[in-house]
């Protein structure tokens, strides 16, 4: 029997994208209304009463990312920390510990040690991409989640998603993975066997710096329940055109993370080739100690490069000096940008376990032509 499901950049483009049955407008329209009639008392027409508890455009979108993700439900936050937040406090009590991986995303640590951690929320840290370590520490004592990034925030190591999902699930424990470096165009962590995807949608998924959002994706009806409780109770919904800006970005999102993949392994390329260039991180380069795993759970490696300089002197002057990528945070859009983690970024994490080394700077490779990204950085390194 062939397989007729659509494929991705199918789906990407159509899945919750129906015309609009009314008007027959191709684009559905965005829906702004906060209240909806009722045909008597309780007579709710598609379920849809008011715009915190549910919005068409806003279930468009959920209904597209879920298809990415090949998860059975799709969530949409305001951001991506609210997405991470509902998800945190809808399946933690006081006592339980989230395993955290030592390579995350700043806000993500900082979310569960300084809000959650006042709650009665515990803290481990470990290096997700060591699976022997990974297995040791849940010994030692149950988790009742297991939180990871790959490829992780910024220097992009890669973690085994299938062996760390057995050891979790072994474990008793829920595996989540922020997904966003990667984007469901290029990695599908359920697919591997993880319980949840975390999307800060603000940065491949949106694809265009210019809207911030969050979204979950799983399969586990409970889990789900729970967690769209909070979206409604709690209220961190994304509103109607953020989801429509972030719908029409994923339409083409196949084609740009093909793109920044491309470009990314041939700015990477340059930079290990170049004297001033201490060491670079990417996990397409073969030098890369994740590359062989990363090329079999991914299907390209993404639009990320970490780069080590001389020095922290030198970094900041590089990060100072490029002209066409941009000094700024974020990440994933389809212009080019360099962001020196250890004051930008990931200032939030200095001086705890998860600090970045002084001499990195990170860069956001755009979707620009790329003669002109290589050239850029083989200026800026010359003058430095
Ligand atoms: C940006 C980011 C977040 C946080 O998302 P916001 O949309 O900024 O709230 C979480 N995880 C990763 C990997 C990120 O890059």
């Given at each position: 029997m062939t397989d007729t499901t659509p494929g991705f950049d199918t789906q990407a483009v159509h899945a919750g994208q129906a015309f609009d049955p009314t008007t027959g407008a191709?684009?559905?329209?965005?829906?702004?209304?906060?209240?909806?009639?009722?045909?008597g008392i309780g007579g709710?027409?598609?379920?849809?009463?008011?715009?915190?508890?549910?919005?068409?455009?806003?279930?468009?979108l959920e209904t597209q990312l879920a298809a990415l993700e090949r998860g059975r439900?799709?969530?949409?936050?305001?951001?991506?920390?609210?997405?991470?937040?509902?998800?945190?406090?809808?399946?933690?009590?006081?006592?339980?510990e989230v395993l955290l991986g030592s390579d995350v995303y700043g806000g993500t640590y900082r979310l569960i040690a300084r809000i959650l951690g006042p709650w009665g929320v515990r803290?481990?840290?470990?290096?997700?991409?060591?699976?022997?370590?990974?297995?040791?520490?849940?010994?030692?004592?149950?988790?009742?989640?297991?939180?990871?990034?790959?490829?992780?925030?910024?220097?992009?190591?890669?973690?085994?998603?299938?062996?760390?999902?057995?050891?979790?699930?072994?474990a008793g424990a829920l595996v989540v993975v922020d997904?966003?470096?990667a984007s469901p165009?290029?990695?599908?962590?359920?697919?591997?066997?993880?319980?949840?995807?975390?999307?800060?949608?603000?940065?491949?998924?949106?694809?265009?710096?210019?809207?911030?959002?969050?979204?979950?994706?799983l399969s586990d009806d409970e889990v789900y329940e729970q967690a769209k409780f909070l979206q409604f109770a709690a209220g961190a919904v994304s509103g109607p055109l953020d989801a429509w800006l972030t719908t029409r970005g994923v339409k083409t999102l196949g084609i740009r993370m093909q793109r920044h993949s491309e470009n990314a392994l041939a700015v990477a390329s340059f930079l290990e080739s170049h004297e001033r260039v201490a060491r670079v991180y990417y996990p397409g380069l073969p030098s890369h100690p994740g590359h062989e795993l990363a090329a079999r759970q991914m299907s390209a490696f993404g639009g990320i490069v970490s780069v080590a300089l001389a020095d922290a002197a030198t970094a900041r002057r590089f990060a100072e000096s490029t002209k066409l990528f941009t000094l700024a945070e974020s990440l994933g859009g389809v212009e080019s940008l360099v962001n020196y983690p250890d004051a930008m970024?990931?200032?939030?994490?200095?001086?705890?376990?998860?600090?970045v080394p002084e001499e990195v700077v990170r860069l956001s490779v755009g979707i620009?032509?790329?003669?002109?990204?290589?050239?850029?950085?083989?200026q800026t390194l010359t003058s430095l």
């Open positions: 191709v684009i559905p329209p965005v829906h702004f209304s906060t209240t909806y009639a009722q045909d709710l027409r598609e379920g849809y009463e008011y715009g915190r508890s549910g919005n068409p455009t806003r279930t468009a439900h799709g969530l949409s936050f305001a951001s991506g920390l609210a997405a991470e937040d509902a998800l945190l406090r809808a399946v933690l009590r006081p006592g339980d803290l481990r840290v470990v290096d997700m991409s060591d699976l022997a370590a990974v297995a040791s520490a849940l010994s030692e004592r149950p988790a009742r989640i297991v939180w990871v990034e790959t490829p992780s925030n910024p220097l992009l190591r890669i973690t085994d998603i299938a062996g760390l999902a057995r050891l979790g699930h072994d997904n966003t470096f165009a290029l990695q599908q962590p359920l697919a591997l066997g993880a319980d949840v995807v975390v999307h800060s949608t603000t940065k491949y998924l949106g694809g265009h710096s210019d809207v911030v959002g969050g979204a979950l994706v970024t990931h200032a939030s994490v200095r001086g705890t376990e998860l600090a620009e032509s790329v003669d002109d990204l290589v050239r850029d950085l083989d």
